[in-house]
Structures are given as structure tokens and as C-alpha cells.
T-cell receptor
Framework: GQQVMQIPQYQHVQEGEDFTTYCNSS?????IQWYKQRPGGHPVFLIQ???SGEVKKQKRLTFQFGEAKKNSSLHITATQTTDVGTYFC??????????WGAGTKLIIKP | SQTIHQWPATLVQPVGSPLSLECTVE??????LYWYRQAAGRGLQLLFY??????ISSEVPQNLSASRPQDRQFILSSKKLLLSDSGFYLC????????????FGPGTRLTVT
């Protein structure tokens, strides 16, 4: 069946270092979405990518959608403590559902 | 603007007791509605979704049920809770016209003891 794999499961970085999470789908996606869940909070929609090869930026966050529309990445430049949380990718499974990656937990080392 | 409410925020229930969690959405009509469960430190498991009043699709067989008595109201229920029902329950909505992004409520932390 359709799968979305997300790696790594955890990433420990020093504040100021960069962070990247990768998302790979077993099927071509019409779009991919990224969400952030702060510790103890609920997932919050960040962005949706639709076009092949699309790159979008939100301040220090850069989102990419692969040419084949089967993979995506989220890169954070110079992490800050406010970036702590779990980042999820998700793609459409049907007209009404999303298939979710397992998430990458960003941990800032003291 | 749209707002999604969930209550209660936390709940501690004994094994075998009933459960009712409520979710309401404001500021939109005919939303798609979803119930997810998240175990501690884990990903999102879709439990139910609804594309209209009285229309419920179940993703995972279990002792939970869902109902949508009104357009913007979604209820998650159980007649008898199990220890394995503990978790973080999240309600979400999306527009019903082909856009897929979902907007989540604050969630309910359920501990079954």
C-alpha cells in the first residue's frame, strides 16, 4: 500500500546548527504538506507544495518538492530554541485523507 | 476566521467507563472532519473521518465510534474504555473542496487507569 517514510526519527543539534528532515513517498503525490507539532501541542499546518521541483521559503525554513513529486525536504537554517518540536510531512491518500510520515523530532542540545 | 474547539483538554477515566469527546468547528460550513489518536512520542493514527452529517468512515477497527450529528460537530465515543485507549486525541478539519491541509484542535489527553 501507499507509504510515506520520514527520516530521521530524531535529530539532535546545537542551537545555531542546521536541521533537515526528509520525506519519501512510495507513490507520486499531487501535493505534500508540512506540519509542526510543538511539545505538548497539536500539529500546525506550515505549508503545501504542489509543483514538481517547487521550493518555498518561510524565513529560516526551506521546503522542497522533488522533481518526481515523490520526495520532499524541510531544511531549517541556524536553528533556534523556538524550532523545537516534531515536523511531519503528509500527502493525499484520497480525496479526503492524508497519509502521514512518522515525524522527525528536533531536539536542541543545551 | 475558522476556529476548532475540543473538550475536555485532559481526562482520566477508569477502565470500562464510557467516553465522549466533542469537537466543534466555527467559521466554515460543510468541513471534512477527522479524529486522530497519537500515542506518546508517536505519529498520527487516523481513527475516523466524516465528509458530511451522518457520514462516518472508520479506519481502524476498535471499541471507539464516531458521530456527526450536526455539520460542524464531531463526537468520539466509547462504551467501555480499555487501557490501550490512552493517548492524545486530536480533532481536525479540512475544506471539502479539494484542498487537503488540515487544521487541528488543541487535543484531549486521555489516560485510562
Amino acid at each position: 500500500g501507499q507509504q510515506v517514510m520520514q527520516i530521521p526519527q530524531y535529530q539532535h543539534v546545537q542551537e545555531g546548527e542546521d536541521f533537515t528532515t526528509y520525506c519519501n513517498s512510495s507513490t507520486t503525490l499531487s501535493n505534500i504538506q508540512w506540519y509542526k507539532q510543538r511539545p505538548g501541542g497539536h500539529p500546525v499546518f506550515l505549508i503545501q507544495l504542489v509543483k514538481s521541483g517547487e521550493v518555498k521559503k518561510q524565513k529560516r525554513l526551506t521546503f522542497q518538492f522533488g522533481e518526481a513529486k515523490k520526495n520532499s525536504s524541510l531544511h531549517i537554517t541556524a536553528t533556534q530554541t523556538t524550532d523545537v518540536g516534531t515536523y511531519f510531512c503528509a500527502g493525499p491518500r484520497s480525496n479526503y485523507q492524508l497519509i502521514w510520515g512518522a515525524g522527525t523530532k528536533l531536539i536542541i542540545k543545551p | 476566521s475558522q476556529t476548532i474547539h475540543q473538550w475536555p483538554a485532559t481526562l482520566v477515566q477508569p477502565v470500562g467507563s464510557p467516553l465522549s469527546l466533542e469537537c466543534t468547528v466555527e467559521g466554515t460550513s460543510n468541513p471534512n472532519l477527522y479524529w486522530y489518536r497519537q500515542a506518546a512520542g508517536r505519529g498520527l493514527q487516523l481513527l475516523f473521518y466524516s465528509v458530511g452529517i451522518g457520514q462516518i468512515s472508520s479506519e481502524v477497527p476498535q471499541n471507539l465510534s464516531a458521530s456527526r450529528p450536526q455539520d460542524r460537530q464531531f463526537i468520539l465515543s466509547s462504551k467501555k474504555l480499555l487501557l490501550s485507549d490512552s493517548g492524545f486525541y486530536l480533532c481536525a478539519w479540512s475544506r471539502g473542496t479539494g484542498r487537503y491541509e488540515q487544521y487541528f484542535g488543541p487535543g484531549t489527553r486521555l489516560t485510562v487507569t
